[in-house]
Structures are given as structure tokens and as C-alpha cells.
């Protein structure tokens, strides 16, 4: 019923900056939350950032904190995570997710919708 398709993927030097974009499609009238995961290889999925549809509060996971924002427009269509002060260790391929169902938006998000992947390198 929803479809998610991430953008703004690259390369970038350690220190700078790359905004994703995650546009949803289908029924998106029923969101309650979308948000990121990201997973380096070999590691395991996790999680990143979510924001609420009903207030736009925004969820961060401790190591994101003070560098990325998430957002969305105001048509309710697209996400954007905003990623500043860029670390190697960021280096991951990023996942949007969504989700109609009322949840805990945290490390313990498990989404129902997913999408593809955008690959983000992040040189030192």
C-alpha cells in the first residue's frame, strides 16, 4: 500500500554534509511515523532517526544527535534526514521506513515498510 523510494545517496569528505530524501507513494494518508535505519557491511541494521506525522517530533539515535535532522514538507509526502559533520563511521546504506501502526520510536522500531537503500560514503 505505501512505497518508498530514497534519493541523495554519494560521496562525501569527513566533515561534510548530504541530505537524503525518502518520497512516499500509495496510501500514506494512515502514516503515523517514517524514519531511517541505516547498515554497514557486516553489521547489523540499525536505527537512526524518526519522526512523528502527528506533531513532527523528532527521534535520534544518540550518536546522530547535534549532527543529523530529520524532517518532512509540508504536504506529508517526503521525508529529508539531514546529515552535518559527516563521519566514516557513517558509512552505511540508508534505508527509509514508515509505518500506520502507533509504536515506540526508538531502537526497538521494527517497520513495516521499507525502502530500497541509498548508498552514503563518507571518506577520511
Known amino acids: 500500500q505505501v512505497q518508498l523510494v530514497e534519493s541523495g545517496g554519494g560521496l562525501v569528505q569527513a566533515g561534510g554534509s548530504l541530505r537524503l530524501s525518502c518520497a512516499a507513494s500509495?496510501?500514506?494518508?494512515?502514516?503515523?511515523?517514517m524514519g531511517w535505519f541505516r547498515q554497514a557491511p557486516g553489521k547489523e541494521r540499525e536505527f537512526v532517526a524518526a519522526i512523528r506525522w502527528s506533531d513532527s517530533s523528532a527521534f535520534l539515535q544518540d550518536s546522530v544527535k547535534g549532527r543529523f535532522t530529520i524532517s518532512r514538507d509540508n504536504a506529508g509526502k517526503t521525508v529529508y534526514l539531514q546529515m552535518n559533520s559527516l563521519k566514516p563511521e557513517d558509512t552505511a546504506i540508508y534505508y527509509c521506513?514508515?509505518?500506520?501502526?502507533?509504536?515506540?520510536?526508538?531502537?526497538?522500531?521494527?517497520?513495516?515498510?521499507w525502502g530500497q537503500g541509498t548508498q552514503v560514503t563518507v571518506s577520511s
Open positions: 500509495g496510501r500514506t494518508f494512515s502514516t503515523f511515523a
Open positions: 521506513a514508515s509505518d500506520f501502526r502507533t509504536v515506540v520510536l526508538s531502537s526497538t522500531w521494527h517497520p513495516y515498510y
